[in-house]
């Protein structure tokens, strides 16, 4: 047994100290970075907040607007081939999706999502990424997989994920990953931390596992655990080169999710919920570690991704980073025990 006695910490346990700064106004932040992937070799230039492929939130509605301000959405993994297939001349922009898979194929080499993902890639040359996603990618099948999956498709950027600690952020990425999804519990409908107590505060876990991969001249996501935009700059000064947002963008009108009374319901993916939508697993296994929660519909996405990108660049002029890319550089945090003028909650 070992205790890591360091203190590790969350969003709520920082703030980033205002700086003296040549910029002036919002406008002068650079919100788009250039990315060269360290496997692929591919080269992308977009803004590096991007929705996640969670039901709800990874729909080709969702990817319409996003891609408007030059952000990612990766496409939920349900949709059937034909699904992709109807999107042709909706607007989509394939430049601006990432596909998504399971790891079913470890198992069934015949799984649906992997067999999606196949044509998929095959009849959409232009989609840049493919992210597998499990909820634990610590295993050794994982990857192998990720080796598989990099020797079947060389030329795409590989996200790949979950995980919280920066060994196995290396090993991933030498082994065929260029983007590492970093974040095991912290989730707005997890209960991965409850149901199993395993989990590493999002912010020490963004610190370390950037580290690793910068050393390795791969990249991260912060996947999980931003509640609003002051924790995606967080994420981003702590070296994140990317955040991926879930909660924050579901139940609005993009979501493809039914409305019943002015409400959406929102359910973690690993959550019974889910598992209803979708089947359960295939390895017989039915422990959730999701929750459903029904939340008022808060209308177009577009409202919230502009109040986001707002709150993004003016942590930017605050902190003097006149391009995303420099939050790290330019981000002095400081240690708190309180973010937040309480004096009128619910009112
Ligand atoms: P959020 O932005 O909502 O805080 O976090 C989104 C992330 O939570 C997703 O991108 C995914 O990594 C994770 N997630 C989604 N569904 C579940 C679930 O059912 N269980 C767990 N443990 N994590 C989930």
Known sequence: MRIDYNLHLDYSDVLLKPKRSTLNSRRD??????FTFRNSKKQLSYTPIMASNMDGVGTFSMARVLQDYKMLTVIRKHYSFND???TAGTGLKF????ACVGTGAIWDEE????????QVIAAFPDIPAITIDVANAYHEQFVDFVKRIRSEFPDKIIIAGNVASPEIVEELIINGADVVKVGIGPGSVCTTRTQTGVGV???SAIIECADAANGVGGHIIADGGCTQSGDIAKALGAGAHMVMLGGMLAAHDESELELKDGKRVFYGMSSESAFVQHGARKDGYRGTEG?????DNRGPVRDTVEQILGGVRSSCVYVGARRIKDMPKCAHFVRVNNIQNRIFDGK
Do not use: C, G, N
């Open 291 to 295: 929750k459903t929660v029904l939340l």
């Open 111 to 118: 799984a649906l999502d992997y067999q999606t993902l196949k």
């Open 201 to 203: 505060p999002q912010f």
């Open 95 to 98: 430049k601006y999706v990432s």
């Open 84 to 86: 992709w297939k109807a």
């Open 29 to 34: 932040v650079e919100m788009t970075r250039d």
